[in-house]
């Protein structure tokens, strides 16, 4: 099980600040988010935030939870990742889903919101950022982007590519063949009542089922199951109880998301408690 934190407020020097503190902390990753209006809350450049806390640590992998590639130009969202890959040294994660639509970045300025269509932009976008990371002459005919071909240098230091975590809604096969098709699935799971369904008992038959329709060309590759929750900064061995669960249950990566705690003082105090190993 690997550890990652999301730097759910703060400006960039802050958010870099937080970064370095998680890297000596002990911490494996260090998460930003990709909003652009949601609600009065103060918002910060996804790429600009990363970019700082690049530059303030050496060793924690970095991305945000989660980008919403389908308001975004997919030339330009692969160029920014190549960049940020190269400026880390190569730990750029790329968490991608449809996107929240609460944020005023997508219906109040135009963008698409029907599910169908985002679902659409996100397939197309993968695969042009990874048609364009490969460093050779790339062009792309799709139902939403079309260009002649285009050959992106700098490549990212990752081989074969930046690795892609993709949100899977459980049980919705589409969607989680999208997930799998890439190298991480980020849970998201729907109870029986439509509601969220969230804790280490919905994880078994998911393994199960990424395990079984994983494509066979990719199973010799690393494949991540990705959860997030809280632990108690002020209880290690019920933080390292709660996560142990998931990690038993099949879980490869636990991301701490506090959101109605998003103040710096308090994500200072949890960060500072280390990872609930």
């Known amino acids: 099980m690997q550890y990652g934190v999301i730097v759910t407020t703060g400006d960039p020097r802050t958010a870099a600040e937080l970064a370095a503190l998680a890297e000596g902390a002990g911490w494996d990753g260090v998460f930003t988010y990709d909003a652009i209006a949601i609600g009065p809350s103060p ?6 935030v990363l970019a700082a806390m690049a530059m303030r640590t050496e060793r924690i992998r970095l991305g945000a939870m989660v980008f ?11 160029r920014e990742a190549a960049s940020l890959d190269v400026l880390s040294g190569g730990r750029l994660v790329l968490p991608v889903g449809l996107g929240a639509l609460d944020d005023g970045g997508f219906g109040n300025v135009g963008e698409a919101t029907e ?12 695969a042009i950022l990874d048609g364009l990371c490969s460093g050779e002459p790339f062009g792309f005919a799709g139902e939403h982007y079309r260009f002649g ?8 230091v990752q081989r074969p590519r930046i690795p892609v975590w993709v949100v899977g809604a459980w049980p919705h096969e589409r969607s989680m063949h999208r997930a799998v098709r890439w190298d991480g699935l980020i849970v998201q799971a729907q109870g029986p009542d439509g509601g969220p369904a969230t804790g280490p008992d919905v994880l078994p038959p998911i393994v199960h089922w990424v395990r079984r329709e994983r ?4 199973r010799d590759r690393p494949f991540e199951i990705v959860v997030d929750g809280v632990t108690p900064a002020d209880d290690p061995a019920a933080a390292a109880t709660i996560a142990r669960a998931h990690a038993d249950a099949g879980a490869t990566w636990w991301i701490e998301a506090d959101w ?9 105090r949890r960060i500072l408690a280390g990872p609930p190993r």
Do not use: I
């Open 260 to 268: 109605m705690a998003a103040n710096p003082e308090a994500l200072r």
């Open 68 to 78: 919403a590639p389908a308001r975004r130009r997919p030339w330009k969202l692969a």
């Open 215 to 218: 494509p066979a060309e990719l």
């Open 115 to 126: 599910p169908r269509t985002r679902a659409s932009r996100l397939d197309e976008t993968l």
């Open 43 to 48: 918002m910060y450049d996804p790429w600009v």
């Open 149 to 156: 071909p285009m050959t992106f240098r700098p490549r990212p």
